[in-house]
């Protein structure tokens, strides 16, 4: 890991215009704020590390981009701060189309300064605790469920099979680039509500 890294230089050049300006922002303020953190590419978005930890992260879209922190719900300034928006995206900030979309610097540093501080107590993300008949979610499959807010409700109130089968179709891809193909097209189908196998089942 670097802390500016030539990846993460790529992934913003090849975002879309209006996105510029806003990774730059949030790249900067993060490097500001915690001098310590480094920079690399997870689930084929750039994410801020810290002391080996997930901190935060940014992601661009065609027509937003998203920005949160690993243990959000855990901080207090975050749930300060997201009381009015509309949690339609990844992480809670909301669609960031524009720097004027988030938060001010005063209330970024606090939010970056309090995330630093549950990292060194060494607070982790809490994970529900999976059933008898489920099989527990992979790190980088949840990341990506949190990237869609729609399609993170329905996969959580799906039932265990359903879930089970999208979960065991990721987990046995043979390489990192089928995978990736695999959990993009799980989440168009399960923000449609549509199981593994709907293209096999009855009309």
């Not at 992480?91 to 524009?98: C, E, P, Q, R």
Request: net charge positive; with cysteine.
């Amino acid at each position: 890991m670097e802390k500016y890294s030539p990846k993460i230089d790529a992934y913003i050049e090849k975002s879309q215009d209006f996105a510029k300006p806003v990774l730059n922002y949030i790249r900067e303020t993060v490097h500001e704020f915690c001098p310590n953190a480094e920079e690399t590419m997870k689930w084929s978005f750039p994410h801020f590390i810290y002391k080996g930890k997930n901190l935060c992260a940014m992601a661009s879209f065609k027509q937003h981009c998203t920005f949160g922190f690993w243990l959000e719900k855990e901080m207090k300034t975050m749930q300060e701060i997201t009381q009015d928006i509309e949690k339609n995206s990844m992480f809670s900030l909301g669609k960031i189309t524009k720097i004027e979309n988030l938060p001010s610097k005063p209330q970024l540093k606090k939010a970056i300064r309090e995330a630093m501080e549950l990292t060194d107590m060494g607070v982790t993300m809490k994970k529900t605790a999976p059933s008898k008949t489920e099989i527990e979610i992979p790190d980088y499959f949840q990341s990506a469920l949190n990237t869609d807010q729609k399609a993170l409700n329905i996969f959580e109130k799906a039932s265990p099979s359903f879930r089970k089968e999208y979960i065991t179709w990721i987990t046995e891809a043979k390489t990192e680039t089928t995978r990736n193909k695999r959990m993009q097209q799980a989440l168009e189908w399960i923000a449609e509500g549509k199981g593994r196998n709907w293209k096999y089942e009855r009309k």
